[in-house]
């Protein structure tokens, strides 16, 4: 069974990173409850296995939050 994914889109700041994806009921419904209160977007996506989900959130983390040497 996939693995139902989703996380904030940005729009009104496309210079954002990207958001890491959340599948947990708890933190999707926070997303929900950020994306009515601020107008915000939710982005949703189908992942085929757990291991698919870890590389692109492995993937985002390593883009765009992991420290960099100045």
Do not use: C, D
């Not at 729009?11 to 954002?16: F, G, L, M, N, Y």
């Not at 994306?35 to 492995?58: C, S």
């Amino acid at each position: 069974m996939p693995i139902h994914a989703y996380r904030l889109v940005y729009a009104e700041s496309p210079k954002k990173p990207e958001r890491l994806w959340e599948w947990e009921k708890v933190h999707v419904g926070r997303l929900l409850w950020n994306a009515t209160a601020f107008g915000r977007e939710l982005m949703h996506r189908y992942f085929l296995t757990w291991e698919a989900l870890a590389q692109e959130n492995q993937r985002i983390w390593e883009t765009y939050y992991l420290p960099r040497p100045l």
